[in-house]
């Protein structure tokens, strides 16, 4: 099983929806939980961390929950330009960074 | 500042053949790390290094060689390359305690 697992998608969604993207880690020494966004063909860049209370950047909203051991995204009001592959990532320290595959988002008109 | 720096952005390699990979950043970062990417695997962390003369093995370490002279650069030498090499590779860096990696714009490599 890998550590962090993510719903490779695609997910194809018309501009202003809503779609969320759940995130499931197995370590659960795992301190710290990120986002990032990848657009085709570039290189990742952090999106959001993520907190156990919870945070929200405009039109994003990350969560985390620890008991259950899963991370989610809720992205609200899709734009045309939301789409790419947002990453989750779980980090326990030390360099042991693992991130997830990749969930593909597709924001249509 | 130019960030993260990569070159070459595409390499073709036979197999056998051995190259390097160049990073460099002008953020004053220490750490710094190489990843690989291959569809559907996510990135993994292939070695890294918390500062110029330290460096460590990360999750797949085995045909690739990194040294750290200097804060600035971060090279990766594959020794022979082989077709299971053939990935996206990117390199990131970033500071103690901050959480955000900064990554290159990668190099695309495939070997035949």
């Known amino acids: 099983r890998k550590e962090v697992e993510q719903d490779p998608g695609p997910f194809n969604v018309p501009e202003g929806a809503t779609v969320a993207f759940n995130c499931t880690y197995s370590?659960?020494?795992?301190?710290?939980f990120f986002w990032y966004r990848q657009d085709c063909r570039k290189e990742p860049k952090l999106l959001m961390s993520?907190?156990?209370s919870g945070n929200e950047d405009g039109r994003f909203t990350a969560q985390l929950n620890r008991a259950s051991q899963y991370i989610s995204l809720l992205i609200r009001d899709s734009k045309l330009s939301d789409s790419a592959t947002y990453l989750c990532?779980?980090?326990?320290?030390?360099?042991?960074?693992?991130f997830g595959a990749g969930t593909r988002l597709f924001v249509k008109a | 500042n130019a960030g993260v720096t990569q070159t070459p952005k595409f390499q073709v390699l036979k197999t056998g053949q051995s190259m390097t990979l160049q990073c460099a950043q002008d953020?004053?970062?220490?750490?710094m790390s190489w990843y690989r990417q291959d569809p559907g695997m996510g990135l993994r962390l292939i070695h890294y290094?918390?500062?110029?003369?330290?460096?460590d093995q990360g999750e797949v370490p085995n045909g690739y060689n990194v040294s750290r002279s200097t804060t600035e650069d971060f090279p990766l030498r594959l020794l022979s390359a082989a077709p299971s090499q053939t990935s996206v590779y990117f390199c990131?860096?970033?500071?103690?305690?901050?959480?955000?990696?900064?990554f290159g714009p990668g190099t695309r490599l495939t070997v035949l």
């Open positions: 370590n659960s020494a795992s301190q710290s």
């Open positions: 953020m004053n970062h220490e750490y």
């Open positions: 290094s918390v500062g110029a003369g330290i460096t």
């Open positions: 990532v779980g980090d326990t320290g030390g360099f042991k960074t693992i």
């Open positions: 993520v907190y156990s």
């Open positions: 990131a860096s970033s500071s103690p305690g901050d959480n955000e990696q900064f």
